[in-house]
């Protein structure tokens, strides 16, 4: 399932859980971009972050602002 995220335009991610390896990987969709699928180096335990959690932790933040800029 894709999550609108307030990053850039028309730009969404997908949490794929591995139940095995406990771990959540973010996928980024950016139709619009040059890149328009990627994935974050950094994942999450599974178990300790739901979806709300990753999309509000300050570690994906960083990296979607790195990506997607604010205008000024």
Request: proline share 6%.
């Amino acid at each position: 399932m894709k999550i609108p995220v307030p990053f850039g335009f028309k730009v969404s991610v997908e949490i794929s859980r591995d139940i095995e390896t406990d771990t959540a990987t973010v996928i980024v969709h950016a139709p619009i971009y040059k890149t328009k699928r990627w994935e974050m180096s950094q994942s999450y335990k599974s178990s300790q972050f739901s979806d709300y959690k990753i999309i509000n932790d300050c570690d994906f933040i960083r990296v979607m602002r790195k990506h997607f800029p604010e205008d000024s």
